[in-house]
Nanobody, 115 residues
Framework: QVQLVESGGGLVQAGGSLRLSCAASGNTFSINTMGWYRQAPGNQRELVARIPRGGRTTYADSVKGRFTISRDNAKNTVYLQMNSLKPDDTARYYC?????????WGRGTQVTVSS
């Protein structure tokens, strides 16, 4: 099994930036796609961005041009660079990894954007 730990969340003013990290540990063999999802109170969890080992990255329309997902396979870590943050970006951000058709979730990290 895979364990995922997110970090880098916090409180930031609108227009600011944050960089989220997600480190995978345990049995990391054959992890394919990794991604970031977010969930605000009263909302469903939604995809923010994902990055396969090989293939194009995918972004939600709401974050295109502002967020960038990347990964360091040697460190089993995925990142989310978040620029030009808006209050609507406020949510708990979760890391997800897939392996052999199974999904693994981190505990999440809170991002709060004030105006």
């Amino acid at each position: 099994q895979v364990q995922l730990v997110e970090s880098g969340g916090g409180l930031v003013q609108a227009g600011g930036s944050l960089r989220l990290s997600c480190a995978a540990s345990g049995n990391t063999f054959s992890i394919n796609t990794m991604g970031w999802y977010r969930q605000a109170p009263g909302n469903q969890r939604e995809l923010v961005a994902r990055i396969p080992r090989g293939g194009r990255t995918t972004y939600a329309d709401s974050v295109k041009g502002r967020f960038t997902i990347s990964r360091d396979n040697a460190k089993n870590t995925v990142y989310l660079q978040m620029n030009s943050l808006k209050p609507d970006d406020t949510a708990r951000y979760y890391c997800r990894a897939d392996q052999w058709g199974n999904f693994y979730w981190g505990r999440g990290t809170q991002v709060t954007v004030s105006s």
